[in-house]
């Protein structure tokens, strides 16, 4: 089984500023992780993946993560915020390939949420 | 999100009243799920499905039951409704080449 922390529920940040959303990863089997956001009274959307490959991977909206195995770790990470990413962000996990005998058919786990707010 | 199709958007419920949320996808994928979104909580596994005819439960699965007759039909019931299941539902698919989801754009259930 898989479990998600994400650190800080909540994170204000001024316009233009940078801003890391953090997030931790407990599994004894490989991942898959997944970034989404969800602006208010919407669905939620696709941010960025972490599938295999390079450890830094880059989203939408500017957006990236970095994949960290020794920390278990996919942090999120923006160089400049902009007001219409004030929203909600969750990270997730799946168990990922070549675990023989995976029964998580695919499920998700998402961590508690980090609401950014972008004050100008 | 397009081909997830979920109904009702918005419900309002008297503590005992049953009801049924449908998630309808317009695709072939086999991987369904049914989450529920509380503050501070983020979203939980209530029961999903790995085909048609199959159903098993998630995180929190207690109060609902599920059912998979047709393979583009996901249905989340709720046979006696509690406040505690006050929350938004989001159903899911599993994209079945490459790896991906796609929500529907959620149910807001208040129980009162």
């Known amino acids: 089984a898989q479990s998600v922390t994400q650190l800080d529920s909540q994170v204000p940040v001024f316009e233009e500023a940078p801003v890391e959303l953090r997030c931790n990863y407990s599994?004894?089997?490989?991942?898959?992780l997944f970034w989404y956001v969800q602006y208010p009274n919407q669905g939620l959307q696709l941010l960025l993946k972490y599938l295999s490959g390079s450890t830094l991977v880059k989203g939408i909206n500017g957006f990236e993560a970095e994949f960290n195995k020794s920390q278990t770790s996919f942090h999120l990470r923006k160089p400049s915020v902009h007001i219409s990413d004030t929203a909600e962000y969750f990270c997730?996990?799946?168990?990922?390939?070549?675990?023989?005998?995976?029964?998580?058919?695919?499920?998700?786990?998402f961590g508690q949420g980090t609401i950014l707010t972008v004050h100008p | 999100n397009a081909g997830v199709t979920q109904t009702p958007k918005f419900r309002v419920l008297k503590t005992g009243q049953s009801m049924t949320l449908l998630c309808a996808q317009d695709?072939?994928?086999?991987?369904m799920y049914w989450y529920r979104q509380d503050p501070g909580m983020g979203l939980r596994l209530i029961h999903y499905s790995v085909g048609e005819g199959t159903t098993a439960k998630g995180e929190v699965p207690d109060g609902y039951n599920v059912s998979r007759l047709k393979k583009q039909n996901f249905l989340l019931g709720l046979e006696s409704a509690a406040p505690s299941q006050t929350s938004v539902y989001f159903c899911a698919i599993k994209i079945s080449r490459g790896y991906g989801y796609t929500f529907g754009s959620g149910t807001r259930l208040t129980v009162v």
């Open positions: 695709m072939n994928h086999e991987y």
């Open positions: 599994s004894s089997v490989s991942v898959y």
């Open positions: 997730a996990v799946s168990e990922g390939p070549g675990n023989a005998g995976g029964t998580s058919y695919g499920k998700l786990t």
